[in-house]
């Protein structure tokens, strides 16, 4: 069984859910056109943290990864990448 990661910043404020784009009304990359319903999770943990650390550097805030369980449609991308409706925190793995 896959354990899932989604790394952010501690300015989100998440609490239970990671919700897309599409539901927040709130677009953390720039460069994200298309995709606007989906979450994006890893089996990395080192990517998780990767991405952390850029997202407090750009918003603020600490760099913080959440353990995530997939809900609804999800799938695998690429490598260790994975798209998701949305995920279910389980536990903060790593902050600051």
């Not at 989100?12 to 927040?24: M, S």
């Not at 089996?43 to 603020?60: F, N, V």
């Amino acid at each position: 069984m896959n354990v899932f990661y989604h790394g952010t910043s501690s300015i989100f404020n998440i609490r239970k859910f990671i919700l897309p784009p599409v539901d927040t009304n709130n677009l953390r990359e720039d460069w994200r056109k298309k995709n606007l319903d989906v979450v994006y999770i890893t089996t990395s943990l080192l990517s998780a943290m990767r991405y952390a650390r850029k997202a407090s550097e750009k918003y603020g805030g600490d760099p913080i990864v959440y353990e995530v369980k997939p809900l609804g449609f999800w799938a695998h991308r690429i490598d260790a990448e994975y798209i998701a409706e949305k995920a279910l925190v389980l536990s903060v793995v790593k902050q600051k």
